[in-house]
């Protein structure tokens, strides 16, 4: 899936800092994709496990 560049975003928290990753909301699910090498595309997390990562990293 080809996203718009406009759709990735990374954290306010990274300073500037290119050692971190970017999100992207799609339509069934969330990319997520390396900051430093966007060229080597990007994973995909459904609804499910979007939430079981965002509740292990605020742990």
């Known amino acids: 899936m080809n996203i718009d560049e406009r759709s990735w ?3 306010r928290y990274s300073n500037g800092n ?3 990753v970017e999100v992207a909301p799609l339509p069934a699910s969330t990319g997520i994709r ?3 090498d966007r060229s080597r595309g990007h994973l995909e997390a459904g609804p ?3 939430r079981e ?3 292990a990293l605020k742990q």
């Open 9 to 11: 975003r990374k954290s």
């Open 18 to 20: 290119a050692s971190c």
């Open 34 to 36: 390396d900051t430093k």
């Open 48 to 50: 499910a496990a979007w």
């Open 53 to 55: 990562l965002l509740n």
